[in-house]
C-alpha cells in the first residue's frame, strides 16, 4: 500500500522560498515516478515537477525551471519541493503523486495512480 503524505505549505510573500516534503511508503522499484503537482482554485491538476523514485532522472515544467528543485532523501524516502523566487501564479494547493503501474514518459496528471492529501501554498503579491 502506497502513502504520500505532504507537509510544508503556507502564506509566503513574492520571492520568497518555501520547502514542500513528501514522506513515501510503499515505493519499491526504481523506477516508479514521484511528482508534484498543483491545483489553482477552480483549474484542473498541472505537472510542476517529477522524479523517479531511484533519484536519478528529474523533469520540471517549464514555468517552474530555474526556480524549482526536486529531490529525493533516500534515508528518510522523502520527496522535496525546494521552492524559489515564488510569485504570486504559484499560488495553488500542492499535491504530491506517484505512478507504480509503468514507465512515465509522460507526466500526465491521469497516469499517476496514488495522491496525497495536499498542502496549501499562498503566496501574496
Known amino acids: 500500500q502506497v502513502q504520500l503524505v505532504e507537509s510544508g505549505g503556507g502564506l509566503v510573500q513574492a520571492g520568497d522560498s518555501l520547502l514542500l516534503s513528501c514522506a513515501a511508503s510503499g515505493l519499491t522499484k526504481s523506477w516508479y515516478g514521484v511528482g508534484w503537482f498543483r491545483q489553482a482554485p477552480g483549474k484542473e491538476h498541472k505537472f510542476v515537477a517529477g522524479?523517479?523514485?531511484?533519484?536519478?532522472?528529474?523533469n520540471y515544467a517549464d514555468s517552474v525551471k530555474g526556480r524549482f528543485t526536486i529531490s529525493r532523501d533516500n534515508a528518510k524516502n522523502t520527496v522535496y519541493l525546494q521552492m524559489n523566487s515564488l510569485l504570486p501564479e504559484d499560488t495553488a494547493v500542492y499535491y504530491c503523486?506517484?505512478?507504480?503501474?509503468?514507465?512515465?514518459?509522460?507526466?500526465?496528471?491521469?497516469?499517476?495512480?496514488?495522491w496525497g492529501k495536499g498542502t496549501l501554498v499562498t503566496v501574496s503579491s
Open positions: 522524479i523517479n523514485w531511484g533519484g536519478t532522472l528529474t
Open positions: 503523486a506517484a505512478n507504480t503501474a509503468f514507465v512515465l514518459s509522460n507526466w500526465k496528471a491521469d497516469y499517476m495512480n496514488y
